[in-house]
């Protein structure tokens, strides 16, 4: 995992210099009144950035990311089969305060194959998908175990969805460090943590995200690709604990850029907040745009 002081940079182009993103990433985050966490880095050239990415945040359903790559290696393991029928019992559905398509649409339940889970749990953020996965798996402990087997520090699967949205302070225990995340999506992207098969299907339902559409992506230019997973709280006084997204970018001449962001704490609205990633991403963009350019025909 590359360095993680306050600001740290390698790049390439004059126009776009250190001091200029540091200034650029610092205003961006201003305005969002809380806790902020960037790390990016282009695979194919290291150029990189990261503004406390050495500090834990919490995830929220950012850790569906990681639960889901655990299933998925548990499938390539042939312990759990793509197809399998999974039995969803009205038990099985989070309570109402948390987002669940599923439970909305099939109050008691039903059965569903493993990889409509895999699917909901990333492409619609289902909390009740995501919890049924995790106890396919045996709980958050096996998430654990996969992450250190795989080698993956920093970043820690507690809780259930459920237990999330029945004690809130819980979920600062279910964290990420921004370079963890980051570290996390290039080894996903270079085909380092699954096989082909099932890293190409995973990245195509973070394309298909519908939860995001107002942050990572929002002010990159039409036509992006971008494969994502938001994580979001309530918000509690004034406070908002979490509003997230981390991804991966594919920049115009093909390099990818995984990116994470996290906002902690905040005290400014959801607008402002959104804004804030979508600010971001957009200056990671505008400097990070041309990489690779002179490799191209």
């Known amino acids: 995992m590359f360095p993680h002081a306050m600001v740290l940079w390698m790049a390439t182009s004059a126009a776009c210099t250190s001091q200029a993103l540091t200034d650029q990433i610092k205003a961006a985050a201003r305005p969002a009144r809380g806790k902020v966490g960037v790390s990016a880095r282009v695979l ?17 359903s950012v850790y569906k990311l990681p639960i889901a790559i655990a299933v998925l290696h548990r499938i390539e393991e042939s312990k759990l089969p793509l197809d399998q029928g999974v ?4 038990e099985d559905l989070i309570p109402a305060a948390g987002h669940s398509p599923l439970r909305d649409k099939h109050p008691k339940g039903g059965e569903f194959t ?12 289902d909390g009740s998908a995501s919890d049924v996965l ?11 175990r996969y992450l250190k087997q795989a080698e993956v520090k920093q970043i820690h699967v507690v809780h ?8 809130t302070h819980a979920q600062y225990a279910d964290s990420a460090k921004p370079d963890a995340m ?28 519908a939860t995001g559409r107002e942050r990572l992506r929002a002010k990159l230019p039409a036509g992006t690709i971008v494969a994502d997973k938001t994580g979001s709280s309530g918000t509690y006084d004034g406070l908002t604990p979490a509003t997230n997204d981390v991804g991966l970018i594919t920049l115009p001449n093909g390099p990818h850029l995984p990116v994470a962001i996290f906002l902690s704490d905040s005290k400014a ?7 804030m990633i979508a600010n971001m991403a957009r200056e990671l963009w505008d400097c990070w745009a ?4 002179e490799s191209q025909p």
Do not use: C, Y
């Not at 039995?87 to 009205?90: G, I, M, T, W």
């Not at 992207?189 to 298909?208: A, D, I, V």
């Not at 041309?290 to 350019?293: F, I, N, P, W």
């Open 134 to 144: 995790l106890r396919l798996l045996g709980g958050p402990r096996e998430v654990r």
């Open 114 to 125: 493993l990889e409509e889970l895999l699917r909901r749990s990333i492409v619609d953020s």
């Open 290 to 293: 041309d990489t690779g350019a």
């Open 87 to 90: 039995k969803v019992e009205p």
């Open 160 to 167: 259930t969805e459920a237990q999330l949205i029945d004690t």
């Open 44 to 60: 194919e050239t290291n150029q990189f950035t990261a503004f406390h990415g050495g500090r834990s945040f919490p995830m929220q």
């Open 182 to 209: 980051v570290e996390l999506l290039g080894r996903l992207q270079e085909g380092k943590l699954l096989n082909e098969g099932n890293t190409q299907r995973l990245l195509g339902w973070m394309k298909e995200t």
């Open 269 to 275: 609205g959801v607008t402002t907040r959104n804004a």
